[in-house]
């Protein structure tokens, strides 16, 4: 799907909705995803990254996202994070991680080149297309297929923010 404007609003008003209903409970919430980078296609789904303080424990954060209408999901296969979903059809990713971890940092940076570097966010849409035609029912091959351009892009970035 082509970017959609109204995203950074859905994203705000969720942010803001969670962050009500999962009061005492402090989470920096993060836009990520393609749907957090003005031009981007992308799926539907708002990716919101939540960053809990090290030393709490996670079982608080997976309560509250719960009591806020998410399905917990587990990590997903990937260590250091857990996945919530919400919405029919689904609407909201939430990924819910330590601050300051390599999830965090990785989901952050990659955003970040994607907002700031029309060539690099082109040739990332362009390689998004070309894998859906070619997995249109195949997630993992779709994720694997972008795997490589997303190292390679996080390397550049990297290189030139942390000189």
């Known amino acids: 799907m082509e970017y959609d404007a109204r995203w950074p609003g859905l994203f705000a008003a969720e942010a803001s909705r969670i962050a009500s209903v999962i009061q005492p409970l402090?989470?920096?919430?993060?836009h990520v995803g393609s749907t957090a980078v003005p031009g981007l296609a992308a799926k539907p789904i708002v990716d919101i990254l939540?960053?809990?303080?090290?030393?709490?424990?996670?079982?608080?954060?997976i309560a509250g996202l719960c009591a806020a209408g998410y399905e917990h999901r587990g990590d997903q296969g990937i260590p250091g994070r857990e996945f919530f979903r919400r919405g029919q059809p689904r609407a909201y990713?939430?990924?819910?991680?330590?601050?300051?971890?390599?999830?965090?940092r990785d989901h952050l940076d990659f955003r970040n080149r994607l907002r700031s570097d029309p060539e690099c966010r082109a040739a990332y849409g362009r390689l998004k297309r070309e894998l859906a035609a070619k997995y249109p029912r195949?997630?993992?091959a779709?994720?694997?297929?972008?795997?490589a351009f997303v190292l390679t892009a996080l390397s550049e970035w990297r290189a030139r923010v942390d000189t």
């Open 138 to 140: 195949d997630r993992e």
């Open 26 to 30: 402090t989470l920096v919430l993060e």
């Open 93 to 104: 990713h939430v990924h819910l991680t330590v601050a300051g971890s390599s999830f965090s």
């Open 50 to 61: 939540a960053a809990f303080p090290a030393g709490d424990p996670v079982s608080r954060h």
């Open 142 to 147: 779709y994720i694997e297929g972008k795997s």
